[in-house]
């Protein structure tokens, strides 16, 4: 099946720094590429919908000042935290859409983010 | 607005014995239904979907699910749960517009007893 690689795995950082994480796709193209943050006990909440060349779309509520995606390949986006405080702790996953006729979206292995 | 529902935070299954998660949807039209599953630390991977066709839809590893329209229902089974099964579920509802409208249940925590 398609892979979708996530990078960090996790990251600590400290508060007022930002961070940047990759998601790529490994063996397919993907125009469209979702990121999702996840809570503790929580499911997942839509952050934003990156597509290949051109400004991604954010979900009500979403800072996207503060949340900067980048899709500038049709293998790459990445989301960066700028200004990291602690209140931005959370699990990030990726998903990219593809699969060309049985499209889906698969799920990178997500980015445990502490700020400390 | 579509919605999810897993009523069960967490269950708990004794190894070999059957195992049905429950998830109801709201959404107006015919949804497309979706179980993930997520190990700990770990993304998400698809067990099985619906988008319409045969109610009863097999997935990977032995897991199947029933749409139900009139009970709003999509849930999910397997006849004899391993060990390596203890993970979090979760169900999804899409519409037609596609994944952008992916929207997830709270998810249902399950443990496997020996």
């Given at each position: 099946g398609a892979v979708v690689s996530q990078h960090p795995s996790r990251v600590i950082c400290k508060s007022g720094t930002s961070v940047k994480i990759e998601c790529r796709s490994l063996d397919f193209q993907a125009t469209t590429m979702f990121w999702y943050r996840q809570f503790p006990k929580k499911s997942l909440m839509l952050m934003a919908t990156s597509n290949e060349g051109s400004k991604a779309t954010y979900e009500q509520g979403v800072e996207k000042d503060k949340f900067l995606i980048n899709?500038?390949?049709?293998t790459l986006s990445t989301l960066t935290v700028t200004?990291?405080?602690?209140?931005?702790s959370s699990f990030y996953i990726c998903s990219a859409l593809g699969?060309?006729?049985?499209?889906e979206a698969f799920f990178g292995q997500g980015t445990r983010l502490t700020v400390v | 607005a579509q919605s999810v529902t897993q009523p069960d935070i967490h269950i708990t299954v004794s190894e070999g014995a059957s195992l049905e998660l429950r998830c109801n949807y709201s959404y107006g039209a015919t949804p497309y239904l979706f179980w993930y599953v997520q190990s700990p630390g770990q993304g998400l991977q698809l067990l099985l979907k619906y988008?319409?066709?045969?109610?009863l839809v097999q997935g990977i590893k032995g897991f199947e699910a029933e749409f139900k329209r009139s009970q709003s229902s999509f849930n999910l089974r397997k006849p004899s749960v391993h060990w390596s099964d203890a993970a979090e579920y979760f169900c999804a509802v899409a519409s037609s517009?596609?994944?952008?409208?992916l929207t997830f249940g709270k998810g249902t925590m399950l443990l496997v007893s020996p």
């Open positions: 899709h500038a390949s049709l200004s990291a405080h602690p209140e931005d699969g060309g006729v049985r499209t | 988008f319409s066709g045969d109610t517009s596609g994944y952008s409208t």
